[in-house]
């Protein structure tokens, strides 16, 4: 387990780079933390880690979005609104768990029964009092 303490969106920003460079094929990245906690814009370096230049956002209406153009496809899930884990098994989110891809899914709790057991697990958390802009990260099942 890792605790690392980001000052700045541009620090959780180089730590999703920093994560998303080493990431390989079929690996799952579970990012959870309350509304606020840098999420997209932990996304957003970990995009730029596998090589993708557009632009990424939350994809919460479509519950997963698909980017092709780093060196692995990045299945960016965020299953905040999901109600019944039905709707999983409905957008064939097997295909994307055990591809050849990688999986960022924000909101990870919503799903924990179908979270395999080896997902990394990243926890982003406020400390109001330590600055606004302060978050506690933990990340876990990422041992480099």
């Given at each position: 387990?890792?605790?690392?303490?980001?000052?700045?969106?541009?620090?959780?920003?180089?730590?999703?780079?920093?994560?998303?460079?080493?990431?390989?094929?079929?690996?799952?990245y579970?990012?959870?933390?309350?509304?606020?906690?840098?999420?997209?814009?932990?996304?957003?370096?970990?995009?730029?880690?596998?090589?993708?230049?557009?632009?990424?956002?939350?994809?919460?209406?479509?519950?997963?979005?698909?980017?092709?153009?780093?060196?692995?496809?990045?299945?960016?899930?965020?299953?905040?609104?999901?109600?019944?884990?039905?709707?999983?098994?409905?957008?064939?989110?097997?295909?994307?768990?055990?591809?050849?891809?990688?999986?960022?899914?924000?909101?990870?709790?919503?799903?924990?029964?179908?979270?395999?057991?080896?997902?990394?697990r990243i926890?982003?958390?406020?400390e109001?009092?330590?600055?606004?802009?302060?978050?506690?990260?933990?990340?876990?099942?990422?041992?480099?």
């Amino acid at each position: 387990m890792r605790v690392i303490e980001s000052n700045s969106p541009a620090e959780t920003f180089a730590l999703g780079r920093e994560i998303g460079l080493a990431a390989r094929p079929g690996q799952i990245y579970c990012l959870d933390g309350d509304l606020g906690t840098g999420k997209t814009v932990f996304t957003q370096g970990f995009a730029v880690g596998l090589g993708i230049t557009e632009a990424v956002n939350s994809p919460t209406f479509t519950i997963v979005q698909v980017y092709d153009e780093g060196r692995l496809p990045l299945y960016h899930f965020d299953v905040y609104r999901i109600d019944d884990i039905d709707e999983m098994d409905e957008i064939g989110y097997e295909d994307y768990f055990f591809g050849q891809g990688v999986c960022l899914v924000e909101w990870s709790t919503q799903i924990e029964e179908l979270i395999p057991a080896d997902a990394v697990r990243i926890c982003l958390e406020k400390e109001l009092n330590r600055g606004f802009d302060f978050r506690k990260i933990t990340v876990r099942g990422d041992e480099r």
